[in-house]
């Protein structure tokens, strides 16, 4: 079993910028992908961006350009580098990560709790 825990939220204006990060820990588990969706009050959980074990990235349309994604694979730490912050970009961040737990086991999804982005002046 796999547990998140996410670090970094909290207030910014517009323009500026914030870092989020998650640590994964438990059981030995392979980990495939790190990534963070997001989560506005209303609204569907979306996509912001993944990173793979090989260093593969993926990212939302809105996070182009902005938002950047690290990996500590040593550490099992994902680290999301957010610039350029807009009030849009208000969210509940929640940390993933799929994983195996052992190499022949199907890949199995882990959530963090979450931590709050807000974006105001």
């Known amino acids: 079993q796999v547990q998140l825990v996410e670090s970094g939220g909290g207030l910014v204006q517009p323009g500026g910028s914030l870092r989020l990060s998650c640590a994964a820990s438990g059981s030995n588990a392979n980990i495939l992908v790190m990534g963070w969706y997001r989560q506005a009050p209303g609204k569907q959980r979306e996509l912001v961006a993944t990173i793979t074990s090989g260093g593969s990235t993926n990212y939302a349309d809105s996070a182009k350009g902005r938002f950047t994604i690290s990996r500590d694979n040593a550490k099992v730490t994902v680290h999301l580098q957010m610039n350029s912050v807009n009030p849009e970009d208000t969210a509940v961040y929640y940390c993933?990560?799929?994983?195996?737990?052992?190499?022949?086991?199907?890949?199995?999804?882990?959530w963090g709790p979450g931590t709050q982005v807000t974006v105001s002046s």
């Open positions: 993933l990560t799929v994983y195996r737990s052992s190499l022949y086991s199907p890949p199995q999804n882990a």
